[in-house]
């Protein structure tokens, strides 16, 4: 599956700021970050984890994970 430019940026500030802090940026976090709103950061979540390329633990916060070893996309 294809993913948009901006889809793609969500995943990598997810996978990098993972790696540095050892857990998920909050939604505030990816909005304040590429300049866009929550809703708009919740879509994109949403269909990257209909996509396989996210998932979460729901009603949990920073439960955010990239699964790249499947999709090998990043």
Do not use: W
């Amino acid at each position: 599956m294809e993913l948009t430019p901006r889809q793609a940026d969500v995943l990598l500030l997810v996978r990098n700021h993972r790696h540095l802090h050892g857990y998920s940026p909050s939604i505030r976090e990816l909005a304040t970050t590429l300049g866009l709103s929550r809703a708009t950061i919740m879509a994109h979540i949403e269909r990257l984890e209909k996509k396989g390329f996210l998932r979460s633990t729901p009603m949990c916060h920073r439960t955010l994970e990239v699964v790249e070893d499947s999709q090998g996309v990043l």
